[in-house]
């Protein structure tokens, strides 16, 4: 079946191959176009091992079609060559895109065949190689670079050759132009032999080398001269440039050909290059060009000459100003002698001065104007002007561009269309007419001549085509009076050339368009519409003119005009509709509505726009052009039209677009009719649904997967389009997806997933209940990374999913995913630039984590996953470090699903490793690779439909001889792994492919080899298959049983117990004669050598005898037979003969039976006395001599006489070692070469970010290629092909060369990274490698103490100092890096100092160098979030005095964290100067925004913003707009957003899109919605480079980028809230409180959370939330920000702090802000206890009020006050528990009766309120356990009253806790009481009654507690007692035997 399949497709390549070599340029575009759809199908339909096949048939056609062909007679055809060739190319151009095959093994074959395409002397074939050449290098791989370098120095070779051929200089001007423009940054070092190469090309003979040299070079200024690079590579550059440009002004005299190619340089030179590099010679340039001579003889000097000109005067207006005069008299000559350009050059100049701000030389140009004038005025009015043939029209005082008057008519005339002047000629002087309106629109003379009838005249007697077209439009932008009348002509004019005619108004449509011709020049009506379509119409009612003019050519037969007409027509409707719709703003009564467009009012109006609507409908319906389709329904996907499209008549044909052919067209036909359901449900829903359940029935049921992808894209847009269509299918739909995702091998899973996005937008919560069946298949997708669009989809699906149903515990349940999604924004394997877009959407969507639960869940996965096979950690300074990593990073990309491709790669280079190291070494690193590779072949089985099958068998095929290799490698030492490999030989076996059978029997043979005896119990079922398989062998040659015969030799004497199944298979091949004559040696052949092994072949002696004799017997071949399968083949075989193997088998057999043989010797005898001697080749069989030496040998074993035992020589070769073991012992080790090492290390041509990106990867590259360790070299093949490895291994390649060079080399290469790390624009991806390089050269100690010391000395002296690194690390955000960094600073300094401590002063440049260091450390842990060694290092700046007994800088206070002092500094500092101060403004700013005190930061915004100088409102902005932001100030807000940095400044906290996030919320507020999103989507951009660089380091890192992230995606959500029902309201809004569940309890991330959420939800509707975050402010001890929340949320405007008894005053006030409110004055005063008995006084009188009384005997009659909103159950316990809390700490003796009484009758009453409440039951319990400690004096009955009491609180308190974790203390607490009064008999009935209710899992965390006290001696306490159900109790043990250890168990 797969042959049938391979056959079919190599018949179709062959089929459209066909058609791209046709010479019909149509038939060939065809046939590529075809090719690419194809070839696409295929990489998308077919599984991995057919596309596979599919792959070497497409290469090896390719192949075919670029090598030579040879004729007939035997020369080569060199036409067929070259068309071939050409046609080849056109195919890698198209193949290129598709992703149909590994990206480096696909650019490396497409650029073998290109290479060969480039050997010729045909231009068309040069062009398109290099053209396709340039397109491969796009795809910068590992191997682009080899490929670049190659070609490059071919090029330089072929143009700078004193003789080669003009071919092959021509396609190195195009091959370096294509390699410049596609990677300019991998020739920055080969300036020099770029410029030479491209010089020798501008001075070459031939012109055409001579113009793509000039290109190459535009390619080259533009890509490399103006890239961003230092000051000295700029000065070197633009010396360069001049070196250049005076290297043309020497040759610009010279010959010819010289001449010409200096103008082509200085051309591209001034229109490039900076205006100041060339200021210098620009006069000697202006006055040389001016004056050449050259120009007068040679037309290619002077159309050069002609461009250059306005070049130069718009390189410098000013300097040029002399040389005007001559400029334009030579091109005015020009001008007259009729040159091509010269027109347009002067047009260049005209306003290239016109651009000049003095104006001088638009002023000198003014003189020329005239001359120019006169000389275009009788180019567009020729002498004989053509006579008038048509009636012309013009405008009417009513502003119609018709007259209405019939006779009016009749006496205007209109020039012809049919121009009598050369074009090329006409259309250069309209263009300079143009430029001469626009750079003198005032000017009189101007006005005039263009105003003047004759000129316009002149102008519409041109073609109406592109250029008049756009020299018109230029023409009334600049002298709007025109446009009326151009209006005029041009729809006159194009009336002329579409009907004949001009535009007649009053004629009826029917005999407007009877004469009309719809064959005729389709290029005229084609200009004619294009014209119409192009030039500015507005103002007019244009409905009638298409209906007439435009209208009928929708059936014309030209493809093009169809389409074009169609363009047409609807856009004269929209400039009529707009002219409608101006008319009704102005309130002309003659304008009304209808259908919702702006139309005259009459019938007849709207029929004519819906009749040219049908007919534009009925085109994009049934055109033949696929093209034309797709064109008509762009135009209608534009809304405008709708209330007219959305009529039965349209409606009718729109719908079959929906089934088009063609998958765009019936994607867009869906989306119109979509949006169209709403105004015409009965015409569209019908459809729709029917396409539905098509599209359902295909997705479910079709076989084609590129069909079922096309089915699920399409289904994706039916949902988007008609989401009130979809809601009765959701569960079908669901059903059907679900199916198709379960398909491991489905390539849809993208798309699919991309359709459930929309799905579940549409669905909302009706999709929730399957979210967990959904997110599985996401993860699976991003996991196996199948494709970078199938991974955005996946990404785009995951947050649609989230948003929708509110569903967004997705990272707490799958934390690998946060992991992937967090390795897609950094490193090597960051995603595209779109895909990262949508992964900060899909963190925005699932919020913020906080870190510390991040940590504890990969904490968590990390134990779970414990056990596996992972990465071994060894030290730095072990020597076989190096061999560690690599197989580490190999071994990581093997357990990497994304990483397939590379899988192949990376187990060979595991083999090579293997074969390198010493005998002792491979067994190592045994336990980690066996197993990878054992799972790669686990994962290559699939059980999807009938059996079991495998993915990709040539990948089998290869892993099953890689193991082999391995088994080979280790030997003995495979034992441990035996069971292993034969569970995966035993599944592979039975799914029987006959390429993977063949390994594994090789594997079988290695595993035979390594454990000899200990192979023999596998025999036992592995023989019966071998035998199984030599019976039903279906290949054709029978080789698997050759392979069998071969194993089975191999396994030789373990085969003792299995003779009785392998000998009669043996015999029973060999004897018989219809087998291949090789399986038939081959198995006699075997035998024998199973009868040298010494085996017991007594038992089947006879058959063996009797098949040989039968062998021997058959008859005698012909002697010119040749026949393979013949018994004995003549010397053209390549067997011997079957009798020689036959009788060497049987003397084989005498030697094993010995005396036995006796018996067969009669009939041996009779059989070889009936055979005939023959010889053949090199082979005799003489039957006598063999028969003489059978009697010789047993007659000698009759005498008992020894004879030598013949080994098998297989089995000799199996005894020897392997070549493999020696390993590295018979190599030299390899050695560095540091001249190519040097090449790689130099940065000198390294300029842009992208520069250093590509260093950074080729050194890794050449450290890996010139590494003296085998391991990395063993893995320098992958790293060309997996970049991201030579990251992983940079630091370990480094360190490895860094050792074996010498100490000169190894300076010079630490300047070369140190010159990287100094530059200004190194990015961050190459500057971290860097740093982690520096700190790995810190920790390496090879080499020794002596190397070890030496490194760190060079690491010190050629890294950069210590505080430099640290700048570099802080850069990045690698703050961990910079706290190392800052503390060797401090270090060395304090270590310079130690020589002072004696005298004890130190120079101050030290101290104050301390104190810098120190306060630098103090940021970095404040940045850490390690507050404590801040103040550490407080404690050191005071006791070394550093700060000379001076107060702290206020800088210092903000880095430790303390800003009410850092305000009092700043304040002071005020005091003392009150001018303004920068830095104390925006200190006091800094400050008061940190403390959360917005209205005193707004009020020193009154004081100090008006007169603040820009720096200090720049630097004050962000925090200014954040108060007032959060204060609901707008207007501050917009006025601070204004000034607000676009970057990041220095010293401040806030991100660089704070900015855009304010500018969103402020758009929002103005109800923008356009402009939000426009924001929001800014400020994920700016956040990519900074996001992905804080979170390489860590996700806490980043944490307020993710904050961020949240903030942007609520603030979208905020504008779907308003425009959502309210079931989608209470969606968001509970998934906008789950969210801040999952934050980090920071105030300052929760506020702006929460104040994003208050633009559409009123705080009444989200109190907890806020009153959550007070809580977390008083936590936080941000008090003052805590009591200005509270006092919004009272509803006081003065947020400043209100009495108690106020606050309890306000009915209004809600009951939960009220408590919160007194706790707050609570807490803050606490130390007051006056001021607290008076919060507890209020606090009762609230509940007083409230009708919470009754536990107060004194106010229980008395009747409550209104409050409201009416308070909860849960509030009044909470009142009353805050109540009995305070009492308690109030009351010193709060135990006494007199007490406690009331304080318990309070919580009981709460308890009543709230019996599910954790903190009442918590409260109650606590009270009543410390009553009996407390108070001595309690009787027996109260002390159990209290302590059951407390048994029964800490049991309920202990089951309400959530999480449990919080409930320890409460049971530790009931263990006290229980052991303190067990004793007691009715404590001990109570502890037994209510224990049981504790969760079992709660006894884990107090099991030593109990196991200490099982030997207490009350019986009370001793006695069992049951802590759970049976079941609970064994499955309390398991986790104990779990969880424990010794001290639990």
Same mark, same amino acid.
């Given at each position: 079946m797969a042959q049938i399949i391979e056959n079919r497709a190599s018949v179709e390549l062959d089929r459209i191959i066909g058609n791209v070599k046709s010479k019909v340029d149509v038939v060939s575009k065809q046939g590529v176009e075809e090719l690419g759809q194809y070839v696409n199908a295929q990489a998308a339909e077919l599984p991995q091992e057919r596309l596979a096949s599919f792959q070497k048939i497409l290469n090896a056609k390719l192949q075919e079609m670029f090598k030579g062909v040879v004729g007939k007679e035997g020369r080569r055809n060199q036409a067929v060559i070259d068309a071939n060739r050409i046609a080849g190319t056109k195919c890698v151009l198209v193949l290129i895109d598709i992703e149909f095959m590994d990206p480096n093994l696909k650019i490396t074959q497409f650029a073998n065949y290109i290479y060969k395409a480039l050997n010729t002397d045909i231009k068309e074939q040069a062009e398109i190689a290099a053209s396709t050449l340039g397109k491969i290098v796009r795809i910068e791989t590992a191997l682009t670079h080899d490929i670049v370098e190659a070609e490059a120095k071919r090029c330089f070779e072929w143009l700078n050759d004193d003789a080669p051929s003009k071919a092959r200089k021509y396609v190195g001007s195009l091959v370096l132009r294509e390699l410049v423009e596609a990677v300019p940054h991998l020739l920055l070092k080969k300036y020099s032999s770029v410029v030479n190469s491209i010089w020798s090309g501008l001075r070459d003979d031939d012109i055409e080398v001579r113009r793509v040299a000039a290109t190459a070079l535009r390619a080259y200024v533009v890509g490399i001269i103006q890239r961003d690079s230092t000051e000295g590579e700029r000065e070197f550059r633009t010396k360069s440039m001049e070196k250049l440009y005076i290297s043309c002004m020497e040759t610009i005299h010279c010959q010819e050909a010289l001449c010409h190619g200096s103008l082509l340089a200085l051309n591209e030179l001034f229109t490039h290059i900076d205006g100041q590099i060339l200021n210098q010679g620009f006069t000697t340039v202006c006055e040389t060009v001016v004056k050449l001579k050259a120009a007068a003889s040679s037309p290619a000097v002077r159309n050069e000459v002609v461009r250059l000109l306005p070049i130069l005067a718009t390189y410098n207006p000013s300097s040029f100003l002399p040389y005007l005069p001559g400029a334009m008299q030579l091109l005015l000559d020009q001008v007259r002698q009729g040159e091509k350009g010269a027109f347009t050059s002067i047009g260049k100049i005209i306003e290239s001065t016109a651009n000049d701000p003095s104006g001088q030389p638009l002023r000198k140009m003014e003189t020329y104007i005239t001359m120019l004038l006169s000389i275009i005025t009788p180019i567009l009015v020729p002498k004989a002007a053509p006579a008038p043939t048509h009636p012309v029209t013009t405008s009417s005082a009513n502003g119609s561009w018709f007259a209405r008057d019939k006779d009016m008519r009749k006496s205007q005339t209109v020039l012809s269309p049919v121009s009598t002047v050369e074009t090329i000629d006409t259309a250069e002087a309209v263009a300079c007419l143009k430029s001469i309106a626009r750079a003198f629109p005032e000017k009189v003379e101007v006005r005039k001549k263009i105003l003047d009838k004759d000129i316009q005249d002149g102008l519409f007697n041109l073609p109406l085509d592109d250029s008049l077209v756009e020299n018109l439009n230029g023409l009334c932008s600049a002298i709007p009076h025109l446009l009326p009348s151009f209006q005029q002509r041009v729809l006159s004019k194009a009336s002329c050339m579409l009907i004949g005619r001009p535009y007649d108004p009053y004629a009826s449509l029917t005999e407007s368009t009877e004469h009309v011709s719809m064959k005729g020049d389709g290029i005229t009506k084609l200009q004619a519409l294009q014209a119409l379509q192009d030039f500015d119409l507005a103002g007019h009612d244009l409905t009638l003119y298409a209906a007439r003019c435009c209208a009928p050519f929708l059936c014309h037969l030209s493809m093009q005009v169809r389409g074009q007409a169609a363009i047409t027509c609807c856009k004269l409707l929209s400039v009529s509709t707009l002219y409608y719709t101006q008319l009704l703003k102005t309130g002309d009564e003659r304008i009304s509505l209808s259908h919702g467009i702006a139309c005259p009012n009459s019938h007849s109006h709207k029929s004519r726009v819906l009749s040219i609507l049908r007919s534009v409908i009925s085109l994009g319906v049934s055109d033949v052009e696929t093209e034309n389709r797709i064109r008509v329904m762009k135009v209608f996907e534009d809304p405008c039209f709708d209330a007219f499209i959305a009529t039965p008549e349209c409606m009718r044909s729109l719908v079959l677009t929906i089934n088009d052919e063609a998958q765009q067209v019936s994607e867009m036909g869906i989306m119109i009719t979509g949006r169209l359901s709403s105004l015409n449900p009965a015409c569209a829903l019908p459809a729709l649904r029917k396409v539905l359940l098509q599209l359902l029935t295909e997705l479910t049921c079709t076989m084609d997967t590129q069909r079922q992808d096309m089915s699920a894209a399409m289904l994706g847009k039916l949902i988007r389009a008609c989401p009130h269509l979809i809601e009765p299918y959701v569960q079908s739909l669901l059903k059907a997806i679900f199916d198709k995702l379960k398909d491991e091998n489905h390539r849809a899973h993208g798309t699919l997933l991309f359709t459930l996005g929309e799905l579940a937008t549409v669905a909302g919560k009706e999709i929730k209940p399957f979210v967990p069946k959904i997110i599985p298949f996401i993860v699976t997708t991003l996991k196996d990374k199948p494709t970078a669009l199938s991974v955005k989809q996946a990404v785009v699906a995951l947050g649609k999913v989230m948003q929708s149903t509110g569903y967004i515990d997705v990272f707490s349940e799958h934390p690998k995913l946060l992991d992937f999604l967090v390795d897609s924004l950094q490193g090597a394997s960051k995603e595209p630039f779109g895909t990262r877009l949508e992964i900060m959407k899909t963190f925005g969507i699932a919020g913020a984590l906080d870190p510390h639960t991040v940590v504890q869940m990969r904490q968590d996965t990390e134990g779970k996953s414990a056990g596996g096979v992972g990465a071994t950690s060894v030290p730095i300074s072990d020597l076989n470090y190096d061999t560690h990593a690599v197989v580490n990073a190999l071994l990581a990309v093997l357990d990497s699903p994304s990483q397939a491709s590379h899988h192949r790669a990376a187990v060979q280079a595991l083999q090579h490793l293997l074969k390198t190291l010493k005998t002792e070494k491979p067994v190592v690193f045994l336990p980690r690779i066996l197993p990878a590779f054992l799972k790669l072949l686990h994962e290559n089985i699939t059980t999807d439909g009938p059996g079991r099958k495998i993915k990709d068998r040539y990948f089998a095929e290869f892993m099953f001889r890689a193991i082999g290799f391995v088994v080979e490698v280790v030997k003995q030492h495979i034992r441990k792994y035996q069971g292993s490999i034969v569970t995966v030989i035993q599944n592979f076996w039975d799914i029987g492919e006959t390429n993977v059978l063949l390994q594994i029997i090789n594997l079988c043979e290695e595993l035979r080899k390594a454990l000899n005896e200990e192979f023999i119990p596998y025999l036992t079922w592995l023989v019966p298959l071998m035998i199984q398989v030599v019976r039903d062998d279906p290949t054709a040659d029978r080789v698997l049983s050759c392979r069998v015969m071969s194993a089975l030799e191999c396994f030789g004497d373990l085969l003792e117990r299995y003779l009785h199944l392998t000998v009669p298979c043996l015999v029973t091949a060999f004897s018989n004669d219809d087998q291949p004559i090789a399986l038939r040696i081959r198995a006699i052949r075997t035998l024998k050598s199973l009868c040298q092994q010494r085996l017991n072949l007594r038992t089947h002696a006879a058959s063996i005898v009797h098949a040989i004799a039968k062998v021997l017997l058959e008859p005698l071949p012909a002697s010119n037979s040749g026949e393979l399968t013949s018994p004995r083949p003549s010397a053209s075989s390549q067997h011997p003969p079957i009798h020689t193997e036959a009788i060497g088998t049987l003397e084989a057999l005498l030697m094993n039976i010995k005396r036995d043989f006796e018996i067969f010797m009669p009939m041996v005898r009779r059989v070889l006395d009936s055979c005939e001697p023959y010889t053949v080749a090199t082979y005799t069989f003489n039957p006598k001599d063999h028969l003489a030496q059978l009697s010789s040998s047993l007659q000698k074993i009759k005498q008992s006489t020894s004879l030598a035992v013949t080994i098998a020589p297989e089995m000799a070769c199996a005894a020897a070692p392997s070549p493999a073991q020696d390993g590295m012992d018979q190599r030299n080790k390899p050695t560095v070469n540091p001249t190519t090492l040097k090449r790689a290390w130099q940065v000198s041509g390294a300029s842009a970010a992208k520069d250093y990106v590509s260093w950074l990867s080729q050194f890794g590259q050449k450290l890996m290629q010139e590494s003296p360790s085998s391991s990395l070299r063993s893995a320098f093949d992958i790293s060309r092909q997996y970049p991201q490895l030579n990251y992983e291994l940079f630091n370990v390649a480094f360190v490895s060369c860094y050792f074996d060079l010498t100490e000169r080399h190894r300076v010079d290469m630490l300047d070369s990274v140190k010159k990287a790390l100094q530059a200004e624009n190194l990015p961050a991806e190459v500057l971290q490698p860097l740093l982690n390089l520096a700190e790995f050269m810190e920790r390496c100690d090879r080499g020794g103490d002596q190397h070890r010391e030496a490194s760190k000395v060079n690491i010190m002296a050629s890294f950069s100092p210590p505080e430099q690194l640290a700048a570099l690390a802080e850069r990045c955000q690698l703050y961990a890096k910079a706290l190392h960094y800052h503390e060797t600073s401090v270090r060395q300094i304090e270590a310079s100092m130690k020589k002072f401590s004696s005298s004890g002063a130190w120079p101050i440049s030290d101290r104050t160098a301390c104190l810098e260091a120190c306060k630098s450390l103090v940021h970095i842990n404040n940045c850490l979030e390690l507050p404590e060694s801040s103040e550490g290092l407080l404690k050191y700046i005071q006791k070394h005095d550093l700060d000379q007994g001076g107060a702290l800088a206020a800088d210092m206070y903000e880095n430790l964290g303390w800003w009410e002092k850092a305000l009092q500094c700043y304040e002071d500092s005020e005091e003392q100067n009150p001018a303004a101060n920068t830095q104390n403004i925006v200190g006091m700013f800094k400050c008061l925004d940190q403390l959360g005190d917005w209205p005193r930061l707004l009020t020193l915004h009154n004081t100090y913003w008006k007169n603040a100088d820009g720096e200090t409102k720049l630097r004050v902005a962000p925090m200014l707009g954040h108060a007032a932001w959060l204060m609901s100030k707008w207007d501050v807000m917009e006025e601070a957003v204004e000034f607000m940095p676009d970057e990041r400044l220095p010293g401040l906290d806030y991100v660089s899109t704070t900015k855009y996030f304010y500018r969103a919320i402020l758009a929002f507020h103005k109800n923008d919605r356009e402009a939000a999103t426009k924001n929001i989507e800014t400020c994920r951009v700016l956040m990519d480079n900074e996001l992905s660089t804080q979170i390489a380091e860590s996700y806490s890192r980043a944490y307020e980028l993710v904050v961020c992230l949240q903030q942007l995606s609520e603030l979208e959500e905020v504008q779907q809230y308003v425009t959502s029902d309210e079931d989608r309201r209470a969606t968001y809004r509970s998934m906008w409180t789950h969210r801040v569940s999952k934050m980090n309890k920071d105030p300052k991330y929760l506020q702006g959370t929460l104040a994003i959420r208050s633009l559409v939800m009123p705080t009444s509707q989200n109190i907890n939330s806020w009153l959550d975050f007070v809580e977390t402010c008083r936590w936080s001890g941000k008090m003052k920000k805590a009591q200005q929340v509270l006092m919004q949320l009272m509803g006081k405007e003065n947020l400043e702090p209100i009495p108690p008894a106020a606050a309890i005053d306000d009915n209004q006030a809600d009951p939960r802000v009220v408590l919160e409110y007194l706790k707050q004055l609570w807490v803050m005063n606490r130390t007051d206890k006056k001021y607290g008995n008076e919060v507890l006084l209020q606090l009762s009188t609230y509940a007083q009020r409230l009708g919470i009384t009754s536990w107060n005997k004194d106010t229980r009659n008395r009747a409550p006050t209104k409050v409201y909103p009416?308070? $909860?159950?849960?509030?009044?316990?909470? =009142?009353?528990?805050? $109540?009995?809390?305070?009492?308690? +700490?109030?009351?010193?003796?709060?135990?006494?009766?007199?007490?406690?009484?009331?304080? @318990?009758?309070?919580?009981?009453?709460?308890? $009543? %309120?709230?019996?599910? *409440? %954790? +903190?009442?039951?918590?409260?109650?319990?606590?009270?009543? %356990?410390? =009553?009996?400690?407390?108070?001595?004096?309690? #009787?027996?009955?109260?002390?159990?009253?209290?302590? $059951?009491?407390?048994?029964?609180?800490?049991?309920? #308190? =202990? #089951? @309400?806790?959530?999480? #449990?974790? @919080?409930?320890?203390?409460?049971?530790?607490?009931?263990?006290?009481?229980?052991?303190?009064? *067990?004793?007691?008999?009715?404590?001990?009935?109570?502890?037994?009654?209510?224990? +049981?209710?504790?969760?079992?899992?709660?006894?884990?965390?107090?099991?030593?507690?109990?196991i200490a006290r099982l030997d207490s001696r009350e019986p009370g306490i001793r006695r069992p007692v049951p802590l759970g159900k049976p079941s609970h109790v064994s499955s309390l043990f398991a986790r104990v035997v779990q969880f424990g250890n010794a001290e639990l168990i």
């Open positions: 009416e308070p $909860t159950d849960e509030i009044k316990a909470k =009142i009353l528990q805050h $109540t009995a809390m305070w009492q308690q +700490q109030l009351q010193e003796g709060f135990w006494q009766p007199q007490h406690r009484e009331g304080i @318990l009758n309070a919580l009981k009453e709460a308890i $009543t %309120y709230d019996p599910n *409440g %954790y +903190q009442v039951w918590h409260e109650w319990a606590l009270l009543n %356990y410390r =009553i009996p400690i407390k108070d001595e004096h309690l #009787s027996k009955d109260e002390e159990v009253k209290f302590v $059951t009491r407390a048994i029964e609180g800490f049991v309920r #308190s =202990i #089951s @309400l806790c959530r999480p #449990s974790e @919080l409930a320890v203390q409460d049971l530790l607490r009931l263990l006290r009481v229980w052991f303190n009064f *067990g004793c007691d008999e009715e404590v001990a009935n109570v502890v037994a009654r209510e224990i +049981q209710q504790v969760n079992v899992d709660m006894w884990l965390q107090v099991i030593p507690q109990i």
